[in-house]
């Protein structure tokens, strides 16, 4: 049997057997077969020692069993790892950061504790998947859409707190919600803004509470259980339209870009989008790269190129949501203002009213139609698995230059050729700027993989040389990447550390998390 | 493909009229927001496991746009299977529980908090009704 760090077999037995009593023998699992169903399914250290494997997990009900196990857990000094779905692909799944953790399972607590029409808002606990609050909604016939990352079967709070993205104008998960419920380390349940009062009125609707607004301490964190939160949800729309924008020479990207910026930071353009490269793509497919290599074709050179296949140097397909006149509108100004830039050319796309018709749709981008499903895993190109390296750039033509340059060097310095040249031209998943999405693919080849992970890690650190940090990371990454948010002498880290200190004396919570241990393993961890 | 559109357009919209016919719905337009997505299914008149089915593996192995298990599993066998789980004849349960718990490829492995040994028994069954050993 795997022990947690520093706890004795003795007391980790007796953890178990009151981690039984408080949810049930069938809800503590420390058998190996059991325990391997925690593992990370796309873990980059498949077959390496260095895997981390919990001890053990334990499934809550409620919020009165989470804080007998957190109690449980401070008396043996046990560290726990939260997951809701257990759906954080890509980014450490199911496993926990630090070996030998328990992890702390939600996904039973999964109830759909109210949806308002009126005022387009859900409450819901961590066990609640965008499907399953999307069945919830379809079965009563509201008119209010989710807004579901790529992958559907993930969990509204789990991924909210992970600060991920979906598609529609509520594409920034975590800027969605409101409201939220904590069980801190001790055991105490927090409301958090205007569930602070008890009989609010208010808690789903109004953000900011009073005083200091503490929700964002609990996303991409360790320093309390989130057991209830609330979201804003989109009022089913009238109608949808998108359109694609493309233009020919490699500068036009930057009053391309421009544009793009003003129509989305006008909410004329609304959701995400990605850039694309026609031409890029084919000179991937002929197997040069799409990075900027030292030593590649000149500028001149790709465009004639572009000319003479008839392709686009860049190329975006917009979105628009509302009322059927509005979004026409919209796309007509649209194409005005890109029609600024000369051989600016449209393409006219789908077009939708709701709700959708029987067999409407069947080839929708759904996700941005706040369906979800799963149909991205059809177009993963690995085998085993990929993880996501994730750095943010400055919504502007010259930062998508520069990134096409700098990893371009980056990959050289490496020795890696053009078809494993892992990039993306960037989506607007977030407000305000751009995030570059690289899927890495895992094997079980433990020679690929180490080779992997140095590439990853070489990345984070050319990333931050170039002022460019990522918003979210794999468990594997989470010490590297919170390493070059360094300002001051680290004074960030510094600052969740002693919030740490203080919420989580016993470090019994998801230690390690980006990159936050609690004072008694830090000296280990330096 | 428009084959496979056509019949799975039929079939939702006879699973549909039996659903609301005990409703009694009127002549109004009936709100049906997506046919790929399942709102909650009814298992009647359905066999065993069907609706544990449904809910926990069609996304990925049902069939229709944007199934990444159909299309894998296409890409695998190149027809000399049924890429539709559904229609296998030759799965056992233990074939069934050891994709779930161990996954293969890029489908991942369920925990028993998300499918229970009960339901992973009944997704076995349904999978498995069609083979005559």
């Known amino acids: 049997m795997r022990l947690p760090p520093g706890v004795s077999g003795k007391d980790f037995s007796e953890a178990l057997r009151q981690f039984e009593e408080t949810v049930g ?11 391997n169903l925690y593992r990370d399914s796309y873990s980059p250290f498949w077959h390496e020692e260095e895997e981390p494997v919990s001890s053990a997990a334990v499934a809550p009900d409620g919020v009165e069993q989470v804080q007998k196990i957190l109690q449980i857990a401070n008396a043996y000094k046990i560290p726990l790892w939260t997951i809701s779905t257990g759906k954080n692909l890509a980014y450490g799944g199911s496993a926990p950061l630090l070996s030998g953790s328990v992890v702390l399972d939600l996904k039973r607590m999964d109830r759909i504790l109210e949806v308002n029409e009126a005022n387009a808002y859900a409450l819901v606990e961590p066990g609640v998947s965008y499907f399953d609050l999307y069945r919830y909604i379809q079965d009563k016939g509201l008119r209010l859409w ?12 789990g991924n909210s707190l992970e600060r991920g993205g979906g598609r529609t104008p509520m594409r920034d998960h975590f800027a969605a919600h409101c409201g939220m419920e904590v069980v801190l380390a001790n055991g105490e349940i927090m409301r958090t803004g205007m569930g602070a009062l008890p009989g609010s009125k ?35 729309p009238e109608a949808y339209r998108d359109g694609t924008v493309m233009v020919q020479k490699h500068d036009d990207l930057v009053p391309f870009v421009e544009i793009l910026s003003y129509l989305m930071n006008s909410e004329i353009v609304q959701g995400t989008m990605l850039l694309e490269s026609p031409l890029l793509d084919y000179r991937a497919s002929q197997g040069g790269g799409v990075l900027d290599m030292p030593g590649g074709p000149s500028i001149a050179e790709m465009e004639r190129l572009g000319k003479d296949k008839n392709l686009a140097y860049w190329s975006a397909t917009l979105h628009f949501y509302g009322p059927a006149k509005v979004v026409d509108a919209q796309w007509e100004y649209t194409r005005e203002k890109f029609s600024s830039i000369p051989g600016a050319a449209f393409q006219k796309g789908r077009s939708y009213r709701f709700p959708l018709k029987l067999g409407e749709g069947e080839d929708a981008p759904r996700v941005a139609l706040g369906i979800p499903n799963l149909s991205i895993f059809g177009m993963l190109q690995s085998t085993q698995g990929h993880m996501d390296f994730s750095p943010i750039i400055p919504m502007t033509g010259e930062a998508v230059f520069e990134s096409l340059k700098v990893f371009g060097q980056a990959y050289a310095d490496l020795g890696v050729p053009a078809k494993n040249q892992f990039f993306a031209l960037p989506w607007s998943f977030f407000p305000r700027s751009f995030v570059l999405l690289f899927g890495f693919p895992l094997d079980h080849d433990v020679e690929k993989n180490r080779k992997t992970r140095e590439v990853f890690k070489h990345l984070v650190q050319v990333a931050a040389e170039h002022g460019w940090g990522e918003y979210r990371t794999h468990t594997a990454f989470m010490g590297a990447v919170s390493d070059v948010y360094s300002y001051n002498t680290h004074a960030l880290r510094r600052f969740h550390e002693t919030l740490k200190d203080a919420l989580d004396p016993n470090g019994i919570l998801s230690p390690g998390k980006s990159g936050i241990w609690p004072g008694r393993m830090r000296q280990a961890s330096a | 493909m428009k084959n496979i559109g056509i019949l799975l357009a039929l079939a939702l919209a006879l699973a549909l009229a039996a659903a609301f016919a005990a409703l009694a719905v009127a002549a109004q337009e009936q709100r049906i927001t997506s046919s790929w997505t399942v709102a909650t299914v009814s298992g009647q008149g359905q066999p065993r496991g069907y609706v544990e089915y449904q809910k926990y593996c069609s996304a990925c192995h049902g069939e229709g746009v944007g199934r990444p298990g159909t299309l894998a599993l296409q890409a695998k066998y190149k027809g000399a299977e049924p890429a539709l789980l559904e229609k296998r004849t030759d799965l056992t349960p233990e074939l069934v529980k050891t994709f779930v718990r161990n996954g293969v490829s890029i489908m991942p492995f369920f925990r028993k908090t998300e499918i229970s040994d009960t339901d992973l028994d009944a997704i076995a069954a349904y999978l498995t009704r069609n083979n005559k050993r």
């Open chain 1, 25 to 35: 023998k069938e809800w503590v699992f420390s058998s190996d077969e059991d325990v």
């Open chain 1, 146 to 157: 989710i807004d579901p990352p790529d992958p559907g079967w993930g969990s509204l709070i």
């Open chain 1, 202 to 236: 208010t808690w789903q609707q109004y953000r900011y509470g009073f005083g200091p607004y503490v929700d964002g301490m609990f996303s991409q964190s360790n320093f309390g259980v989130v057991t209830k939160m609330g979201f804003w949800l989109l009022p089913e």
